[in-house]
């Protein structure tokens, strides 16, 4: 019956807790709390980040991701300000003598696509007050801004030019932050756990801009509420739907087209949203009658209604593919699928609530023509998800929730397609396994200057039985042969089958997160932070890149959990009335059971994956620097990271030095420096205009250190892994935008966005491979650069 | 499975305007370390009684002068199971040869290479290979529709580990085609594979015509040597680029027992081989 005990700890512990809030909530007698909702004015969207204060008092509120807020005051008459950039302020009146449900709409100064003074948002400058620290925001307006190749507005590329978010170079799935891996980010995309990022193998994202509201990347001090991931979060948040007019958003590019439709429903009680993006690039490379191609597309849904005042549903939905065709003898298709249900529930004037239901899946396709097989693999998880937050004073503000994930992994199957095929059919073993949480995480301004964010997420695992298991001799998968000098697999001795009811292994871990901001006077701020994060399951990836057909592996019986510790101290400051802001950041982080590869590992249609692997460690380390012009027509910001991120793996069970002789290494990920500037000028209301400079030091990569002939053929010899690098990356960008002179009456508004990538045409090394040149035998080394200069041009429009 | 890397790499080069060209690099030098070649290979129906060894010395990565034989080795191979000797004489070229080896399917045979005072050993088992079933030409089959390869198949044994290496060498060209096959997932099929080259002016790369010529070898062989030749073929092919793994140091078989961190490259393979010529009509 142990078992049944272990289920309920998180819940127990939970309610624990809560016991504590109530207890503490005694005191709070002679005040009064405003709750309400705030929107935008003109399409009804909700509004997050919009702050809400008392007028000459430090009380105040942030509404929360879905337009919620809530204050608390003692009795009194007090001026209500409603303030988010790019909005017209609002204040009005209030005599607290009781409880008041205030819902108010707010202006932007001026429709967007009209705007003439671009301002950043107000996430995006240095919040001085709030223990946040370590987070890219980014309003979509911004992303729009900026110059992106061939024209495809691109959510995570626009995040690569922020300190700490880097790619493996172009043409690479996925990014990296702080030092970390692609599978250590969690993405979330309204909820649901996005498991690719990436269209086109890493060329654009997976986000339509269209459909995005807004998108926040934790790169450290991560709440309570997320888990599961050890290096970031990302969470991007699709937009409601227009519930006041029904309006239609679209461009038309090089690549891709778009096409957004939203509108109020259900008898103004809720509205809708459908965008949809498709590539259409094949279609001109069989024109000009190239035998392959590439396409992708995809589609977002959501959908809300109100219920009544304390009660709205939102319904999502997320559906993208990219199909590779190569002349009838290769096709392949790969994407992500989801779905969430949520409820808000207000409770009362101060308690928010969300339960969520969710359901993603990836799933990758491969079939062989000449070999007559198909080749299919997938992930996919069920979630139910259950946050609440508790405003108790001006001073405590409590989030607490629990989460259950069941996940089911099916690593790959083969079938044969024809009845010449000489392929057996085939099935890995599918694996499930459950992973539960439960977080409280507190908000807490101990004095008029210091806040603190404290929290603790207990994450339960459990790999469940379902599956047979090989058993090796000393449980040892792989074994250090010290004659030949290299690791070597054993052969299972036996096998146990696991049944369904059975756990093969179950794990849990208590994630303490904590974060204090001291605000040092008006204008500046130090921050400190440390978080502790487990992840559960891993992405299998022996290349410099993730790949589409990469497969995701639960932790059990030889994969232990990654655990990683971040510090983080931070110095943050406004100059002149905010119109500049600069962020400066440090961090420290430590990753345990980081899985590597042994030499030569094969994991391509692997069932038995422990003896391909062994569990290491690795560490990162570095310094941001953010420097923001917020106001006025030229705007933009010098970002630059200086950091170090490495490896290292013992043998450990199987004895021997480890990977890489057990010494440090540089992850594929790592670069030294880090630097881009991005600005944007409004010239006139007709014309804007922007660019981006990028340099970054070369991805570190294992060059030749000698040849010899075997074979016929020069085989080179390498030593230590990544112990090289490319040469430094550099690219200059520009775009500029026109919008053609519009009647305030006409509905239809158009811009036209042109741009160049890579204005110097610098062949920015991808790849440099090594091998004999065929003709002559000869060994040389050949660079693979992706884009050279690109020019584009899009039309946008609004309707 | 490589050709799921092959997918993706074409992807790459396809999607997009991507460009490759050769650029000058500076690569590190590693110290220099003796090669053994030996592939004891045994031509059915053949007595197998000739056989060469190769010794030379690896040279820096971009190196013109490849000629480093080594010379004043002494080699000889001992049959495990018999207790027979094979010395090989030293040709002073770095090929060592015997006229008097015996082939067992099934025995142990140990290398044992003398060098500079240093002592290299190495020990294999010779394994048996099925013989072709056919070898054809087409020009349907294949990635490319107009292109002509050269088909070949042979018949797994069912209900057993086999594992084969397969080397396809046109007459005209300096590099040959080579593929390392498990039969984890075709294990007791009709097994087919196909050597096409397809068009590619950068490289000089010119397809298939009538009138060539392409020798065509497959060898029974240990499961390690499998593993060896997987990486080796791996890496030959498209070390460096994105999505392949990090390139790391192939481990053979043959050890250094005098000193062991001066461990040689290269491997010891006892094999039963076919062979054939194939000229396109």
């Not at chain 1, 030095?657 to 057990?662: E, H, L, V, W």
Request: hydrophobic share 35%.
């Amino acid at each position: 019956m142990t078992k049944t005990k272990e289920r309920y700890t998180p819940i127990r512990l939970l309610m624990g807790l809560c016991l504590l809030l109530v207890s503490t909530a005694i005191y709070a007698q002679d005040n009064f709390t405003i709750s309400g909702n705030v929107t935008d004015k003109i399409n009804g969207e909700t509004l997050f980040g919009t702050s809400i204060f008392l007028k000459g008092t430090t009380i105040g509120a942030i509404t929360n991701e879905y337009g919620f807020y809530s204050l608390t005051a003692p009795k009194g008459s007090y001026t209500l300000v409603f303030s988010h950039l790019g909005y017209k302020e609002i204040s009005m009146q209030v005599v607290l003598d009781q409880n008041q449900k205030i819902d108010t709409e707010i202006e932007e100064f001026s429709t967007m696509l009209d705007e003439v003074e671009v301002t950043a948002e107000e996430p995006e400058r240095a919040i001085l007050r709030k223990p946040e620290m370590s987070v890219s925001k980014l309003n979509i307006k911004t992303v729009k801004q900026m110059p992106v190749v061939l024209g495809e507005v691109d959510v995570i590329k626009s995040l690569q030019i922020l300190p700490g978010v880097t790619n493996n170079g172009e043409g690479s799935s996925g990014f990296h932050v702080r030092g970390g891996a692609v599978d250590q980010n969690l993405v979330l995309l309204d909820e649901a756990i996005i498991y690719n990022t990436s269209h086109m193998l890493g060329f654009f994202s997976v986000f339509n801009a269209d459909a995005v509201k807004d998108l926040k990347l934790y790169k450290g001090g991560i709440p309570a509420k997320f888990g599961g991931r050890v290096s970031s979060v990302l969470d991007v948040r699709q937009k409601d739907g227009n519930s006041k007019n029904f309006a239609l958003t679209g461009g038309v590019g090089v690549i891709s087209s778009r096409l957004a439709a939203e509108g109020p429903m259900f008898n103004d009680r809720g509205s809708f949203l459908v965008a949809g993006r498709g590539s259409y690039a094949h279609l001109l490379l069989k024109l000009a009658g190239e035998k392959n191609s590439v396409s992708f597309y995809d589609l977002n849904l959501k959908t809300n209604y109100s219920l009544n005042k304390n009660n709205k549903l939102f319904l999502s939905g997320y559906f993208g593919r990219d199909v590779f065709d190569f002349d009838g003898s290769f096709s392949s298709s790969y994407g992500n699928a989801s779905g969430n249900l949520r409820w808000n529930h207000i409770f009362n004037d101060r308690l928010f609530s969300n339960l969520s239901l969710i359901y993603s899946k990836y799933d990758y396709e491969l079939g062989i023509e000449d070999f007559e097989f198909d080749w299919i693999s997938s992930i996919k998880n069920y979630n139910a998800k259950y946050d609440l937050k508790y405003y108790f004073s001006d001073a405590f503000k409590l989030d607490f929730g629990v989460s259950t994930i069941k996940y089911e992994f099916d690593p790959g199957q083969i079938k044969p397609t024809g009845p010449n095929s000489s392929i057996n059919e085939l099935q890995l073993d599918q694996k499930r396994a459950l992973e539960s949480a439960a977080y409280i995480n507190a908000e807490h301004k101990l004095t008029d200057r210091l806040t603190a964010q404290y929290g603790l997420r207990f994450s339960h695992f459990n790999r469940m039985g379902g599956q047979p298991l090989s058993e090796y001799a000393n449980d040892q998968p792989l074994v250090y042969n010290s004659t030949l000098r290299f690791y070597q697999r054993t052969d299972p001795i036996s096998e146990t089958i696991y049944k369904k009811s059975e756990s093969i292994k179950k794990f849990s871990n208590f994630e303490p997160r904590l974060s204090l901001a001291y605000q040092l006077n008006d204008y500046s701020s130090v921050k400190l932070g440390y978080s502790r994060a487990a992840q559960y399951i891993h992405l299998l990836s022996n290349t410099s890149s993730v790949t589409p057909l990469d497969v995701w592996t639960p932790s059990g019986k030889y994969i232990k959990p990654q655990l990683s510790d971040q510090y983080a101290l931070g110095y943050f400051r406004n100059f002149k009335d905010k119109m500049y802001s600069m962020e400066v950041e440090a961090y420290y982080k430590t990753v345990d059971n980081r899985i590597d590869y042994i030499d030569g590992s094969d994991l391509i249609g692997n069932n038995t994956i422990e003896r391909e692997i062994l569990n290491g460690e690795s560490r990162a380390y570095g310094l941001e620097l953010l420097l923001r012009k917020n106001e006025g027509p030229f705007t933009g910001w010098i970002s630059y990271t200086l950091s170090k991120s490495e490896q290292r793996t013992f043998g450990g069970n199987a004895g021997g030095p480890g990977i890489n002789n057990g010494s440090w290494y540089n992850t594929p990920h790592d670069r030294t420096h880090d630097i881009s500037v991005t600005g944007a000028y409004q010239f006139n209301e007709k014309w804007s205009f922007g660019a981006n400079a990028i340099f970054q030091t070369g991805r570190p990569v294992t060059y030749p250190n000698g040849q010899y002939e075997y074979e016929g053929i020069s085989i080179a010899s390498y030593s230590d892994r990544n112990a090289d690098r490319l040469p430094a990356y550099y690219r200059l960008d520009v775009s500029a935008t026109y919008k053609p002179n519009r009647r305030p009456d006409k509905k239809w508004k158009g811009e036209w966005v042109f741009g160049i990538y890579n204005v110097f045409n610098r062949k920015n090394a991808a790849s440099i491979s090594f091998g004999q040149n065929f003709e002559t035998g000869a060994n040389e080394a050949t660079r693979t650069a992706i884009f050279g200069i690109v020019p584009s041009v899009t039309y946008n429009f609004k309707f | 499975m490589k050709f799921l890397y092959k997918i993706l790499l074409s992807t790459l080069v396809l999607g997009v305007i991507s460009c490759t060209d050769v650029i000058e690099v500076e690569v590190p030098e590693g110290p220099i370390r003796l090669t053994i070649e030996a592939s004891l290979d045994w031509e059915k129906g053949t007595a197998g009684n000739q056989q060469t060894i190769l010794l030379s010395t690896s040279t820096p990565y971009f190196d013109s002068q490849r000629n480093s034989a080594v010379t004043g080795a002494t080699v000889q191979v001992t049959n495990n199971n018999s207790r027979t000797v094979f010395t090989f004489t030293d040709q002073n070229d770095g090929s060592y040869t015997t006229n008097s080896f015996v082939p067992v399917i099934g025995n142990s045979y140990t290398l044992e290479v003398l060098y500079e005072g240093e002592r290299y050993t190495a020990t294999e088992t010779m394994f048996a290979v099925s013989d072709f079933s056919s070898i054809t030409q087409s020009k349907e089959d294949g990635e490319d529709d107009e292109a002509l390869e050269v088909n070949v198949s042979f018949e797994d044994p069912a209900d057993i580990e086999n594992y084969y290496f397969l080397r396809f060498q046109s007459r005209n060209d300096q590099l040959p085609e080579l593929f390392y096959v498990k039969d984890e997932f075709v294990d007791g099929n009709e097994v087919t594979f196909y050597y096409e080259k397809i068009e590619d002016e950068g490289e000089n790369i010119k397809e298939f015509e009538p009138g060539d010529t392409v020798d065509i070898a497959l060898l029974g062989i240990s499961e390690d040597y499998h593993n060896y030749l997987r990486l080796l073929v791996e890496q030959f092919e498209s070390a460096g680029d994105a999505f392949s793994a990090t390139p790391v140091a192939l481990v053979g078989n043959c050890i250094n027992t005098d000193n062991p961190d001066n461990t040689p490259y290269g491997y010891f393979r006892v094999s039963e081989k076919v062979e054939r010529s194939f000229t396109f009509e």
